[in-house]
């Protein structure tokens, strides 16, 4: 899978990986940024963060890093916010190919970052390295109130103690290429993972997807979708 990937820009100026074999991108194609902040930060991180000040993020394809990059930049500017991040990928990037993707250049750019004082691009490069340099297998402190741990593996062979979980990103490959990964079973385990209250949210609203997540005891709300995607969903461990 390593070898069949390439960089592409989408279609809002960002990066993203496109796996060839399976005609299949890591992010939308319509926009990668826009998407990972429409449902990973603002339907997800900022839906939630009124609950509590103090939370556990899951995410299912640590990828490009760009979903644990935005949320490292949330608890940066929201010092009072502490996160533990856990994520797992079974195939990590190469440090060829994190070097190349922009997105801090991009999101520097943006006008809720572009006005932070004395936070430029070359800070939000460094501190973007820093996520994919951080060791696998154990926990690193990369903020007094931001830690990050990195499992090189197989979510279906992962497991976590039960009510540990806030948020989960889910950011798997489509139901069409990794179905197995969109069952009841493993929907199942990620609800028990999950403290009473928590979410998830994720790109794929498909059918069988609601269907599993309800079938697997989660309450499913479709919510409207970035650029170029009718709908997403949002589902609360109740």
Same mark, same amino acid.
């Given at each position: 899978?390593?070898?069949?990937?390439?960089?592409?820009?989408?279609?809002?100026?960002?990066?993203?990986?496109?796996?060839?074999?399976?005609?299949?991108?890591?992010?939308?194609?319509?926009? !990668?940024? &826009?998407?990972? =902040?429409?449902?990973?930060?603002?339907?997800?991180?900022?839906?939630?963060?009124?609950?509590?000040?103090? =939370?556990?993020?899951?995410? %299912?394809?640590?990828?490009?890093?760009?979903?644990? #990059?935005?949320?490292?930049?949330?608890?940066?500017?929201?010092?009072? @916010?502490?996160?533990?991040?856990?994520?797992?990928?079974? #195939?990590?990037?190469?440090?060829?190919?994190?070097?190349?993707?922009?997105?801090?250049?991009?999101?520097?750019?943006?006008?809720?970052?572009?006005? %932070?004082?004395?936070?430029?691009?070359?800070?939000?490069?460094?501190?973007?390295? !820093?996520?994919?340099? !951080?060791?696998?297998?154990? @926990?690193?402190?990369?903020?007094?109130? #931001?830690?990050?741990?990195?499992?090189?593996?197989?979510?279906?062979?992962?497991?976590?103690?039960?009510?540990?979980?806030?948020?989960?990103?889910?950011?798997?490959?489509?139901?069409?290429?990794?179905?197995?990964?969109?069952?009841?079973?493993?929907?199942?385990?990620?609800?028990?993972?999950?403290?009473?209250?928590?979410? =998830?949210?994720?790109? &794929?609203?498909?059918?069988? @997807?609601?269907?599993?997540? +309800?079938?697997?005891?989660? %309450?499913?709300?479709?919510?409207?979708?970035?650029?170029?995607?009718?709908?997403? @969903? +949002?589902?609360? +461990?109740?």
């Amino acid at each position: 899978m390593n070898d069949s990937r390439e960089i592409i820009i989408s279609a809002d100026g960002s990066s993203t990986l496109k796996l060839n074999e399976f005609d299949e991108c890591f992010h939308s194609i319509n926009g !990668a940024l &826009s998407e990972s =902040l429409h449902i990973y930060l603002h339907s997800g991180l900022e839906f939630y963060i009124t609950s509590g000040k103090e =939370l556990t993020i899951f995410e %299912m394809g640590f990828g490009t890093g760009l979903n644990a #990059f935005l949320t490292f930049l949330y608890a940066k500017f929201h010092p009072y @916010v502490k996160i533990t991040y856990i994520t797992i990928e079974k #195939f990590p990037l190469r440090e060829f190919e994190y070097k190349e993707l922009n997105y801090p250049e991009r999101i520097a750019s943006l006008p809720e970052y572009a006005c %932070m004082e004395n936070y430029d691009k070359e800070c939000m490069e460094n501190h973007f390295l !820093a996520l994919h340099k !951080a060791s696998w297998g154990s @926990v690193q402190n990369l903020l007094p109130n #931001f830690s990050l741990e990195k499992v090189q593996g197989d979510l279906l062979d992962f497991e976590l103690a039960p009510n540990k979980i806030d948020i989960i990103y889910y950011d798997a490959f489509s139901p069409n290429i990794q179905p197995e990964l969109w069952d009841t079973r493993l929907f199942g385990k990620l609800f028990h993972w999950m403290i009473p209250g928590g979410i =998830l949210v994720t790109y &794929s609203s498909k059918g069988i @997807v609601k269907q599993a997540l +309800r079938d697997s005891g989660f %309450m499913v709300k479709r919510l409207p979708g970035p650029a170029g995607k009718k709908h997403i @969903v +949002r589902a609360i +461990r109740p």
